[in-house]
Structure formats: structure tokens, C-alpha cells
T-cell receptor, first 110, second 115 residues
Framework: RKEVEQDPGPFNVPEGATVAFNCTYS??????FFWYRQDCRKEPKLLMS???SGNEDGRFTAQLNRASQYISLLIRDSKLSDSATYLC???????????FGSGTRLLVRP | GAGVSQSPSNKVTEKGKDVELRCDPI?????LYWYRQSLGQGLEFLIY????????KSGLPSDRFSAERTGGSVSTLTIQRTQQEDSAVYLC?????????????FGNGTRLTVT
């Protein structure tokens, strides 16, 4: 089983739609979680950290479910500029490295 | 402010040659990471530095790969006797503390093509 798994998509949604991605992780003791965004042929950039209590940043909401070992990202009122690949990132216990999922591709159409 | 800088941005080399990739992290960031990303794939962890030492080299694919960091700043990733399967984008990232809870700041990457 991969350490971090994501549905590769693509998710093809109209502008204004709400879309949600899930990501599962294998190590239940993992401590830190992030969502990164990667545009085509660009480097990944931090979108948001994921806190145990859940957190929101504008149209974006991230949640952590430790019992089921998944994190989610909800995007409301999708914009064309949201089209990108969204990477789930997990820090396994006892390690300083961050493990990246393969990414979920989002396409927002006019 | 200056971000993470990588050079060269593109490198084409013949199979069997050695290549050196350079990363200049954000000033003051103690942690430095190397990842690589093959076309259409996710990021593969290679090595992590805390200061000048590399406590985690677990991701280096073979002994043809090595990396060093000097002065707690610039890092070089060296690939000896390159193979076609080494073709990928090599991404360097730095973080303030490197304790796994600090976000990574990535450079633009070096696109390596082995012919």
C-alpha cells in the first residue's frame, strides 16, 4: 500500500461548482499534513496546512479525519484559475521528510 | 525576497556522463530537500539535509547519486554515469526548521534529459 494515495482524476467541473478531493495515508501516527498546488510544468506551492480541528482559507477548506486516516480539500465557487494538480502531503512519524501523493488533477471549465 | 534558486534550469546530457545540479536555498532555512518528478508522476523523495548533515538519504535510487551541502547553504546533487531513466525534473526545497511541520518552498527545478 502506498504511504499517500490520491484519486488522480481528472475532476472536470464547471465554474462556480464545489469540488472535494480526498487523500488517504497509511501511517496512523503521521503528524503533519498539507495540501500543495502544482500548475503544469511548475514547482509545487503550499496551498494550506491541515490542522486537526480543520481549517478554512477563503474558498478552501481542509479537514483531517484521523480515525479513517484521510484528509480532504473542499473548493467552493471554483474559478478557472483553480485548474491545477492538488498534491496531498504527509509527514510520517520519526521522519523529517514529507511524502507527496501523486496528485489529483482539477479542470475548471467556463 | 529571494526564493529557492536552482541551476541549470535545463540540462541535456549524454548517457554515461556525470551531471551536477545546484540548489541555493532561502537564506536562514536550515533544512534542504531534494525530490525528483518524472513526467506525469508524483514527487519522489531523494535526500534531506539539516544544516550540512544528511540524516536521511533513504531516497537516493543508487550509488550513482550523491549530494552534499556546504556552509549550511548551497547544495549540489551529483549523478554519475547518467542513465536514461534518470531523466526527470529535479526539485530542491528548503524549509525554516525541517521538522516535518514546516512547509517546503520549492525552486523551479532542473529538467534533466539523458539522451
Amino acid at each position: 500500500r502506498k504511504e499517500v494515495e490520491q484519486d488522480p482524476g481528472p475532476f472536470n467541473v464547471p465554474e462556480g461548482a464545489t469540488v472535494a478531493f480526498n487523500c488517504t495515508y497509511s501511517n496512523s501516527a503521521s503528524q503533519s499534513f498539507f495540501w500543495y498546488r502544482q500548475d503544469c510544468r511548475k514547482e509545487p506551492k503550499l496551498l494550506m496546512s491541515v490542522y486537526s480541528s480543520g481549517n478554512e482559507d477563503g474558498r478552501f477548506t481542509a479537514q483531517l479525519n484521523r480515525a479513517s486516516q484521510y484528509i480532504s480539500l473542499l473548493i467552493r465557487d471554483s474559478k478557472l484559475s483553480d485548474s491545477a494538480t492538488y498534491l496531498c502531503v504527509v509527514n510520517p512519524p520519526g521522519s523529517y521528510k514529507l511524502i507527496f501523493g501523486s496528485g489529483t488533477r482539477l479542470l475548471v471549465r467556463p | 525576497g529571494a526564493g529557492v534558486s536552482q541551476s541549470p534550469s535545463n540540462k541535456v546530457t549524454e548517457k554515461g556522463k556525470d551531471v551536477e545540479l545546484r540548489c541555493d536555498p532561502i537564506s536562514g532555512h536550515t533544512a534542504l530537500y531534494w525530490y525528483r518528478q518524472s513526467l506525469g508522476q508524483g514527487l519522489e523523495f531523494l535526500i534531506y539535509f539539516q544544516g550540512n548533515s544528511a540524516p536521511d538519504k533513504s531516497g537516493l535510487p543508487s550509488d550513482r547519486f550523491s549530494a552534499e551541502r556546504t556552509g549550511g547553504s548551497v547544495s549540489t546533487l551529483t549523478i554519475q554515469r547518467t542513465q536514461q531513466e534518470d531523466s526527470a525534473v529535479y526539485l530542491c526545497a528548503s524549509s525554516l526548521l525541517g521538522q516535518g511541520d514546516s512547509p517546503l518552498h520549492f525552486g523551479n527545478g532542473t529538467r534533466l534529459t539523458v539522451t
